[in-house]
């Protein structure tokens, strides 16, 4: 296959995962001024957004058909997104239809709820005329159903034999948020914290309405009578956390970036909350030291590891209790 045929066929699959935009090879595309030079996957491309341009989170003004071309970037929390209340100005002062009042303008079989339009669950209709203030089923939406329906990673990457999905952010203190739609945050721990303390007997969750400070004390690990605290990784109000943890803590060790999930935030400014938190190669080169300071642990305690990282498995305390559940929580926890 020719490299021109290579780029076409990588630029056809960005487009279909949300990137919006035709990719070319930049070196190869002198004639064409349009559009922006960048880098992706370690490639030069021209990036020039087009008719064929796609999406998968489409602003509300994109989905009514307000605009041509707008992707969320504001996590579907339209009440402090800045383009959303620019776009809202601009239709009180009749220089442009607002998204409401073009879709009241179809036949009632085409008034997609806004949580329809923008692809957050599929196939309703709106019965309240877009008066979405007073709909029932909208608060019922924002406040329970999402924060009790988890979204599940893309892609899970194993570092040092450890899952993680890089569209995650993590905290040091290994836990990990995920900004899900409506601006609240989703937290739990990742896959390394739960398997270095191992079968925990319980873990302790905060109140619903109880506030949060990041690198505070937020919940807690329970095993054999001994406790290891863990910070939170943004501050914010609980709105939610998970019953079946709580009933099953089993769970979290199970799937921890699904249904094991601790608790769901909600943090007056998500984008400003998530910032000090660590992304992509920045959670690859973090996790990767953390594995050799264990590796180092474990050889200062019990000797020289095997060639396949021996002790590190599902459950490390459990097979090595001599690390100490304090040294361990302080250490990898920051508590």
Known sequence: MSEESKSRREGAKRESVGYGSTYGRAAEDPGKPRGIDTVLGGRAYRVRPDAKARTDAPCLWMAAGAVKFKPCTNFYDCPTCTYDQAMEERAKSGRQPGWRDLMRRLPPEGRLCRHTLTGRIAGRRCAYDYACGTCDFDQLYEEVLCARHPARPSE?????????????????????????????????????????????????????????????PALAITRGGRRAAVLAP?????????????????????????????????????????????????VIDWLTADVARLERLIEETAGPLAADGGLLGEDIYGALPALGWERLAGEFLRS
Do not use: M
């Open 156 to 216: 899970l990457t194993r570092v040092r034999g450890f899952a993680v999905p890089l569209d995650h952010r993590f905290h040091a203190g290994h836990t990990w948020a995920r900004v899900e739609a409506g601006g609240a945050v989703r937290i739990g721990l990742d896959d390394f914290a739960l398997r270095l303390f191992g079968a925990a007997d319980g873990y302790e969750l905060p109140l619903c309405g109880q506030r949060l400070d990041a690198d505070r």
């Open 234 to 282: 943004l501050s914010g109000v609980v709105v939610e956390t998970n019953a079946q943890v709580r009933a099953e803590p089993a769970a979290a060790r199970r799937d921890p970036y699904g249904e094991g999930w601790l608790l769901v935030v909600r943090p007056p400014e998500p984008k400003k909350a998530l910032e000090p938190l660590l992304i992509a190669q920045g």
